[in-house]
């Protein structure tokens, strides 16, 4: 599976100069919602992200997602697996677990995203799930941004990721581009201004 060429299929892999969510600028950005707003590719996403965790053999009884860029990733990969799905979201600034969900003791979850950069947003998910007596047995993704080791990649963790190495990531395809802090950033030199995705209605 070209999971670059799908991005690029449905427009999501944009070129420009954008403001991470991180603060750090770069000339690429995955628009994931572009992919996932067919729900045959979303379909077709999943099953293949399904195909490798039950390959590994990772016992699940539950997919959560951090809201709101999770959510149809995490939902997609819930159907595929055929488990139970639930959100977090931000209240006030911290993930919560919310709208009825309940987390059973002892049940197994994998904590799912559209994309993994340094996994910050997961792991607060993650949390929040061991907080309610479940246990994380691992994370995915459809693009890991390269910061964060995953299962069948040569790519190696950095010191930003911010996942628990023992606990395994899988997703589809490595997206490795440049970022730049705003202060070294070629494109700002240039005189470009960085925009955050969403700002401008896309």
Do not use: W
Request: charged share 25%; hydrophobic share 40%.
């Amino acid at each position: 599976m070209n999971v670059e060429q799908i991005y690029k299929d449905a427009e999501a892999l944009l070129e420009g100069h954008f403001k991470l969510s991180s603060g750090n600028h770069s000339s690429f950005y995955l628009q994931s919602a572009k992919v996932l707003e067919d729900p045959k590719t979303a379909k077709m996403l999943a099953q293949e992200l399904a195909q490798q965790i039950q390959k590994a053999s990772i016992k699940v009884d539950a997919v959560c997602s951090p809201a709101l860029g999770g959510l149809i990733a995490g939902f997609a990969l819930a159907t595929a697996l055929d488990v139970r799905f639930i959100f977090a979201e931000r209240v006030e600034g911290q993930m919560s677990i919310r709208r009825g969900f309940e987390v059973q003791e002892g049940e197994k979850y994998i904590i799912c995203e559209d994309i993994i950069t340094t996994g910050g947003s997961a792991l607060e998910a993650a949390k929040q799930v061991e907080l309610g007596g479940g246990e994380v047995v691992a994370y995915a993704a459809l693009a890991n941004r390269g910061f964060c080791a995953r299962v069948g990649s040569d790519i190696k963790a950095q010191d930003n990721c911010k996942l628990p190495l023992d606990k395994p990531l899988f997703a589809l395809e490595d997206f490795t581009f440049e970022m730049y802090a705003p202060d070294n950033c070629p494109m700002c030199k240039e005189g470009s201004v960085a925009y955050k995705p969403g700002s401008r209605g896309n």
